[in-house]
C-alpha cells in the first residue's frame, strides 16, 4: 500500500513521540508526519534531568533526542511549542492552539503525563518551588539554587525524581531535606531491604530522608518557604522540589470519546478504541503478556518499545507487544538496574557479593511468586542484572538457595533449579 | 576529529565523522542499523552493541567492567565487543573501523 498521500499526526514529542516519527520512516511511511509539542525545545533526553544533567552546567542541545537537521533529512514535520486542544475523530482532525485545523490519517497520541502539585493549603503562595519534568524546570531550579544564600532545599516525595534529585542537589552544595508521606521511601515500587538500603546510602552523603511525614501546609513569609507537617514538625527551605506523582494526558482522548482508564486504553498493537489512533508511553494503558496485566508504565523502556509497535502497525505490518519491562536510577555513586514487575510478589531473595564494592555495596533483590521469578533489582551489580533479564524471559527456575549464597559463582548455570 | 566506519548486518559501510560526545549518539544521529542507543548513553540498555576491528582495539581498549556485564545481554559477545555509548569520540580513534553487532 503506498502511503505517500497519508498524514500521520503525532501528538506529544518526547522518547515516544520522537521515536516514533523515526521508526514510521524505518518501516516505509512515506506521507507526511506532523509531530506537536507545547514544549518549545528541541526533544530532548528526560531520565538526566535529575541525574547528570541538573549536576552538569550543559546547555540542553547536549541531551537533544536528535538534531535539529535529522529531522528535516526525514522529513518529519516537528511543530514545537505548539498545543493540541481537540481531536474530532468524525472529521479525523486535530484542532491546534491557535485554532488551526490539522487532518490526519493515522493519529498518535503520545501526550505523555504532567507533573502533580498536591493541593497543599499555601501551596500557591511557595517561592522558587518546582516540579522535575521539564529542562525548564531544571533551568529554574539552577538559577533559583545559584541565587540561595542558604541553599536549602526540601523536596516532597522520596520516589526516584525526589531521591535523583536530592542527590543531584547534594552534589551542586545544596542542604537537602527530603520528606516522604510513607513509612518508608520508594515504598511502591520496591522491597523494604532497598528501601532501607538508599535511606542510608542519603543519609551517609549527609541528605536528610524523613518518612512519615504529611506536608499540610506552606507557607511563604520574610523570604523563606515554610514547609509543615501533620506530626507538628515544620521546614524551612529557599527552594521546594514536588516529587509526588504525575497526572496522565488523557483528556484529549476522553474528550474524543476514546476509551480510557488509567491511562488510555490500547490494544497489543498500541491501538486505541477507534482503528485510526493509537496511543504510546507514559499516557498508554496496556497489557504485558509476560506478566498478564494491565498496566501504565512511566519509562523510557515502554515509551521506546511500543513506539516501534506502533510505527509497525501503522505500516501494516505484523506486530506486537511483548517486552519485559526495564528501568534504571543513578544516585551518588550507586546505579540502580530494574527488570521486570515486582507486584505480586512474596517472597524476596537477598544477595549480596562477596568482595568490596566502592561502598562495600553491590547486591541484588530477586522478587519471587512461589517458583516464578518476577523482577530483579541490582545495586552495582549489571551481572545481577543480566541473569535476572534472562531468567525472566526464559521462565527459568532458579534455585533459590544457590543464589542466596555469596559463594556460588555467579553465573546462569550455576543456579538453575534441577528437576 | 576522528572518522569511524561502521559496517552494518546488511554490510553496508558508513564513514562519519565525530568532533566530540560518543561514537553510539554519532550512529544514532545518522541513523545507523542496529544501534539504538535506547538508554541515552548511560550503559544500561546494550542496545550499541559493536564488535572493534581487531586491529583497532588498542585505540578503544578493552570493555569495562560494567561493559562486559551488560554485554552478556548479546549472544555473540566477543573480547573485541564493545558498547559504543561508552566510545568517547576524540583523535585516539581515528579511523577506527566497527561492525554493528545486530
Redesign the interface.
Given at each position: 500500500m503506498s502511503t505517500n498521500t497519508k498524514t500521520c499526526v503525532i501528538i506529544g514529542a518526547s522518547h515516544a513521540g520522537v521515536n516514533l516519527a523515526?521508526n514510521l520512516r524505518?518501516e516505509g511511511w512515506e506521507g507526511s508526519i506532523h509531530l506537536y509539542d507545547s514544549d518549545p525545545e528541541l526533544p530532548y533526553?528526560r531520565?538526566?534531568l535529575s541525574k547528570?544533567y541538573l549536576t552538569s552546567r550543559d546547555s540542553i542541545e547536549?541531551?537533544q533526542l536528535?538534531?535539529a537537521d535529522?529531522y528535516t533529512k526525514e522529513n518529519i514535520a516537528l511543530q514545537l511549542g505548539v498545543t493540541v486542544q481537540a481531536i474530532n475523530r468524525e472529521e479525523k482532525n486535530v484542532v491546534l492552539g491557535d485554532g488551526s485545523i490539522q487532518s490526519y490519517d493515522k493519529l498518535v497520541i503520545a501526550s505523555g503525563a504532567r507533573p502533580i502539585i498536591p493541593p497543599i493549603p499555601g501551596i500557591e503562595s511557595a517561592k522558587n518551588l518546582f516540579p522535575i519534568r521539564t529542562a525548564a524546570n531544571i533551568s529554574s531550579i539552577r538559577i533559583a539554587l545559584s541565587k540561595s544564600n542558604s541553599k536549602k532545599v526540601v523536596i516532597i516525595g522520596g520516589g526516584y525524581i525526589g531521591l535523583e534529585t536530592a542527590a543531584s542537589l547534594k552534589k551542586l552544595g545544596a542542604s537537602v531535606t527530603v520528606l516522604e508521606r510513607e513509612e518508608r521511601i520508594l515504598a511502591r515500587v520496591t522491597a523494604p531491604e532497598m528501601s532501607s538500603f538508599f535511606k542510608q546510602l542519603h543519609h551517609d552523603n549527609g541528605v536528610e530522608v524523613l518518612t512519615s511525614k504529611n506536608v499540610t501546609s506552606i507557607e511563604h513569609k520574610d523570604n523563606k518557604n515554610y514547609i509543615n507537617c501533620a506530626d507538628g514538625s515544620n521546614f524551612t527551605a529557599d527552594i521546594v522540589i514536588v516529587g509526588v506523582g504525575i497526572f496522565v494526558n488523557k483528556e484529549l482522548a476522553e474528550e474524543s470519546g476514546i476509551l480510557c482508564k488509567n491511562g488510555i486504553c490500547v490494544d497489543e498493537t498500541t491501538k486505541t478504541n477507534d482503528n485510526d489512533i493509537f496511543a504510546i508511553g507514559d499516557c498508554s494503558y496496556h497489557h504485558n503478556p509476560h506478566y498478564n496485566t494491565n498496566l501504565r508504565l512511566e519509562s523510557?523502556?515502554n515509551a521506546?518499545d511500543q513506539a516501534k509497535v506502533a510505527a509497525a502497525a501503522i505500516c501494516d505490518k505484523e506486530t506486537k507487544y511483548n517486552t519485559i519491562p526495564?528501568f534504571?536510577s543513578?544516585q551518588y555513586h550507586v546505579?540502580l538496574?530494574m527488570v521486570g514487575l515486582s507486584q505480586g510478589y512474596n517472597e524476596i531473595i537477598l544477595r549480596k557479593e562477596s568482595g568490596e564494592g566502592t561502598y562495600g555495596d553491590s547486591f541484588s533483590v530477586w522478587y519471587f511468586k512461589e517458583d516464578t521469578l518476577l523482577a530483579v533489582d541490582a545495586v552495582n551489580n549489571?551481572?545481577a542484572?543480566?541473569?535476572g533479564?534472562?531468567f525472566i524471559k526464559g521462565n527459568t527456575k532458579v534455585n533459590k538457595e544457590k543464589l542466596a549464597d555469596s559463594e556460588t559463582v555467579f553465573k546462569p548455570v550455576n543456579l538453575l533449579l534441577e528437576d | 576529529m576522528a572518522k569511524i566506519t561502521f559496517i552494518t548486518s546488511d554490510d553496508e559501510k558508513i564513514t562519519l565523522e565525530g568532533t566530540s560526545?560518543s561514537v553510539m549518539a554519532l550512529a544514532?544521529?545518522n541513523?545507523i542499523k542496529g544501534i539504538?542507543g535506547?538508554?541515552?548513553g548511560?550503559?544500561?540498555?546494550a542496545t550499541c552493541h559493536v564488535h572493534v576491528a581487531p586491529e583497532d582495539i588498542a585505540k578503544t581498549g578493552e570493555a569495562s567492567?560494567?561493559e562486559t556485564?551488560?554485554l552478556?545481554?548479546d549472544d555473540n559477545t566477543d573480547e573485541y565487543s564493545r558498547l559504543c555509548c561508552q566510545l568517547e569520540i576524540s583523535d585516539a580513534i581515528d579511523g577506527i573501523v566497527l561492525k554493528v553487532a545486530k
Open positions: 523515526f524505518k533526553h531520565p538526566p547528570a547536549k541531551n536528535r538534531s535529522s523510557v523502556q521506546i526495564w534504571w543513578d546505579k538496574q549489571a551481572k542484572y543480566v541473569i533479564t534472562k | 560526545g544514532v544521529e541513523n539504538d535506547d538508554c541515552g548511560v550503559c544500561s540498555c567492567e560494567i556485564d551488560m552478556e545481554l
